[in-house]
């Protein structure tokens, strides 16, 4: 099936430094990616809304500022935590439809970050 | 807006009983179901999609049914396993390039 991979699958940075977490569909071209974000013991949350070629499309309450999510082509998305903070440790999953496929949901291995 | 409810919040069965997960939605244009599993600090798994025109998919002990009339599905598990223990998550994704709604998850545990 089509595979969405996302990269790193962990990390731990400083407070006050940046993290760039890639995603990439591996075999079909995704003009729209999604950022989700699941605390501890809570369901996955959409963040936002990632349009090839255009800006992202952020959910109430997620600063864009703080996460700048770039869509470049047709198979990456990249989301970058700025000035990260102990409170944006969390477990961040991208998503893409693949429309040619029933559009089916994958999702990219996830990403766990820890800010020390 | 999507709302999507599963019950129950968490499960605990000794291995080999069938059990049943439900997931209800609140708005009926979907264009497909999705089951997955997390297991902890993991990402998700799929485990079976059900298209709006199905009835009901199946993938070994998974079987997966859908009314989207009454905006239910539910996931059939037979004969658990202690490696069946996980979070169980239903997603809805809309039609066109949207976003999947996700269920708020039953967290299952199989007791050897």
């Known amino acids: 099936g089509a595979v969405v991979s996302q990269h790193p699958s962990w990390v731990i940075c400083k407070s006050g430094t940046s993290v760039k977490i890639e995603c990439r569909s591996l075999?079909?071209?995704?003009?729209?990616m999604f950022w989700y974000r699941q605390f501890p013991k809570q369901s996955l949350m959409l963040m936002a809304t990632?349009?090839?070629?255009?800006?992202?499309?952020?959910e109430q309450g997620v600063e864009k500022d703080k996460f700048l999510i770039n869509h470049a082509s047709l198979t990456l998305s990249t989301l970058t935590v700025t000035s990260a903070h102990p409170e944006d440790s969390s477990f961040y999953i991208c998503?893409?439809?693949?429309?040619?496929?029933?559009?089916?949901?994958?999702f990219g291995q996830g990403t766990r970050l820890t800010v020390v | 807006k999507q709302e999507v409810t599963q019950i129950p919040a968490a499960l605990s069965v000794p291995e080999g009983e069938n059990l049943v997960l439900n997931c209800s939605f609140t708005d009926s244009a979907i264009y497909n179901l999705q089951w997955f599993r997390q297991d902890p600090g993991k990402g998700l798994t799929s485990l079976l999609l059900?298209?709006?025109?199905?009835r009901e998919q199946t993938s070994g002990r998974l079987n997966a049914s859908l009314d989207k009339s009454s905006g239910r599905s539910t996931l059939y598990i037979a004969a658990s396993q202690p490696g069946d223990s996980a979070t169980y998550l239903c997603a809805v994704p809309p039609g066109g390039y949207q976003k999947v709604t996700f269920g708020t998850g039953t967290k299952l545990q199989v007791i050897p």
């Open positions: 990632s349009n090839e070629g255009s800006k992202a499309t952020y």
């Open positions: 075999d079909f071209q995704a003009t729209t």
């Open positions: 998503s893409a439809r693949d429309m040619d496929r029933g559009a089916e949901a994958f």
């Open positions: 059900i298209q709006s025109s199905q």
